[in-house]
C-alpha cells in the first residue's frame, strides 16, 4: 500500500515538473499587448531620449509630461533622471547627455495644468 | 478489455497526468511568464500611435533619418511608411489638428523619398528682403494674388524706411520677394483624366516646388455652392509627396484653392470622357501647381 502511495507521488511531482518545463520554458504565454512600463530598459531609455529630442523643439513641457507618462506611474523626473543614470553608464554622447539635462531642468519644476493628468 | 484498478502503472500514468495538469495550470495560470524586458514590437496598438508619434517629433528636432528609420524597425510593422501614413489618415479622421500629425506625415514623406526635406516652419520664413527700391511689378503681382486669401500666412514684412537725405517723399514701405518654402504656387496644368480605370470624378492634386519637387503637408481647400473640404498633400506617400485627390460630383462646380496663397482655380466640374466602344463616362482632373 504505501508503495502504491509512492509511486503516484512520484507521478505527480514528474507530471508537475513536466508541466512546468512546458508553461515556462517550451510553451510560454505570449504577450502581444503589453504597455510601455515593461520595455526593457535600453527601449525605456531611447524613448526618453526621444522625448528630449522633440522636447528641444517643441519646448511643450505637457507633450514631454504625456509622452513619458506612458513609462508608468513614476514621475517624469524620476524617469528622465533614471535614464541620465543609464545614459551615463552606457555612453550616451554629451549632445545626447544635453538634451535629457534640459528636459530633466524643466521635468523637476514642472507641475500639470489643472485637468491634466500626465 | 478491462482495466484492473490495483494496476499500478495506470496508478502512475494517471498521477503523471494529475501532475501535468497542476504543473500546467501553475505555470500559465497562476505564475505566467513575466515580461519585464519586453520590446516595442509588442507593444498594443495604441502605445505604438504613441511611440510613432514621438519617433516622427524626435525626427522633426533632430532630421537623423537613419536613427528614425531604425527607430520604427523596432516596432516591427512590415511597412512603417504605410503604417505612419495610415496613423496620419486615422489622427485627421479622428479630429486631430494637422499640426500634431504634421511630423507622421513628414516622416513618411521623407522615408519615401530617402532623404530629409526642408522642415516645416510655423513663423513664416525670412522670404523678404527689405531694400530701398520701388516697387515692381512682380510684387504688384504677389500682392493682388494673396489677397483673396484671408487665412494666408503673410508672406511680406514691411518697414519703414529712413528718408535718404535729398529726398522729400513721404517713404513707403517696400518689398522684394524671394521665393522661399511658403512662396505661392502658382497653376501650372488643368489636365482632363480620361481612364477609366480611376474613381469618376477624381480630382488629382500635385504640388511641387521651383525645383519640381514634390511639396507634401500643403493645406488644400476645396469648396462649392453647400460645402467646403480641407485636405493635405502627402498623406498618400505612395502615389506621391506632392499628391492629394478629391472625388468631385457630377453637375457640381469646384474651386480650388491652397492656404498658403496661389493661384486660385474657380469653377471646375468633372469632365465627360468617352470610352473605346463610344460610351460616356465621367472623367476626373489633373491641377498642377508649381512654386516660382
Redesign the interface.
Known amino acids: 500500500m504505501q ?2 502511495w509512492i ?18 520554458v517550451i510553451d ?2 505570449e ?6 512600463g ?4 535600453d ?1 525605456r531609455a ?2 526618453v ?3 528630449a ?2 522636447f ?3 519646448y511643450d513641457s505637457d ?1 514631454a509630461a504625456r ?1 513619458l507618462a ?1 513609462l508608468g506611474s513614476e514621475s517624469p523626473a524620476m524617469i528622465v533622471s533614471a535614464t541620465l543614470d543609464y545614459g551615463r553608464i552606457n555612453g550616451f554622447t554629451p549632445q545626447e547627455t544635453a538634451l535629457l539635462q534640459e528636459l530633466l531642468s524643466v521635468m523637476q519644476t514642472y507641475s500639470p495644468a489643472a485637468g491634466d493628468t500626465p | 478489455m478491462k482495466l484492473d484498478p490495483h494496476n ?1 502503472i495506470l ?18 495560470k497562476l505564475s ?2 513575466t ?6 514590437s ?4 495604441d ?1 505604438k500611435d ?2 510613432r ?3 516622427a ?2 525626427y ?3 532630421r537623423d533619418i537613419n536613427r528614425a528609420r531604425a ?1 520604427l524597425d ?1 516596432l516591427g510593422d512590415a511597412d512603417p511608411v504605410a503604417e505612419l501614413s495610415a496613423q496620419a489618415q486615422r489622427m485627421l479622421a479622428a479630429g486631430e489638428t494637422f499640426e500634431r500629425v504634421r511630423p507622421i506625415a513628414q516622416l513618411a514623406t521623407d522615408l519615401q523619398q530617402g532623404f530629409v526635406s526642408i522642415p516645416f516652419t510655423s513663423t513664416p520664413p525670412a522670404s523678404v528682403a527689405d531694400t530701398p527700391i520701388a516697387e515692381t511689378p512682380f510684387i504688384e503681382e504677389m500682392v493682388a494674388t494673396e489677397t483673396p486669401f484671408t487665412e494666408s500666412t503673410p508672406l511680406f514684412e514691411q518697414t519703414p524706411l529712413a528718408p535718404p537725405p535729398d529726398f522729400t517723399a513721404t517713404p513707403r514701405p517696400t518689398l522684394t520677394a524671394v521665393p522661399g518654402p511658403q512662396a505661392p504656387f502658382s497653376l501650372v496644368g488643368q489636365d482632363t483624366i480620361c481612364d477609366p480605370t480611376l474613381k469618376d470624378g477624381l480630382l488629382q492634386i500635385l504640388l511641387m516646388d521651383g525645383r519640381r519637387r514634390q511639396v507634401a503637408g500643403i493645406k488644400i481647400i476645396v469648396t462649392w455652392a453647400n460645402g467646403e473640404s480641407h485636405f493635405f498633400t502627402g498623406l498618400k506617400p505612395e502615389l506621391g509627396n506632392g499628391y492629394a485627390d478629391f472625388l468631385m460630383k457630377e453637375g457640381i462646380a469646384y474651386s480650388v484653392r491652397l492656404e498658403q496663397g496661389g493661384s486660385f482655380v474657380p469653377n471646375i466640374a468633372t469632365p465627360t470622357c468617352t470610352d473605346a466602344n463610344g460610351a460616356s463616362y465621367t472623367g476626373g482632373l489633373l491641377l498642377t501647381f508649381q512654386q516660382p
Open positions: 508503495s502504491t509511486r503516484i507521488l512520484i507521478g505527480i511531482v514528474i507530471g508537475a515538473a513536466l508541466g512546468l518545463v512546458y508553461g515556462w510560454p504565454i504577450y502581444t499587448d503589453v504597455t510601455p515593461i520595455l526593457r530598459e527601449y531611447d524613448y531620449l526621444m522625448v529630442e522633440a528641444h523643439s517643441e507633450a509622452r506612458l | 499500478p496508478h502512475f500514468a494517471l498521477a503523471l497526468l494529475t501532475g501535468l495538469v497542476l504543473g500546467l495550470v501553475y505555470s500559465w505566467p511568464v515580461y519585464v524586458d519586453a520590446n516595442p509588442i507593444l498594443r496598438a502605445f504613441q511611440y508619434l514621438a519617433i517629433a524626435s522633426v528636432s533632430t527607430r523596432l
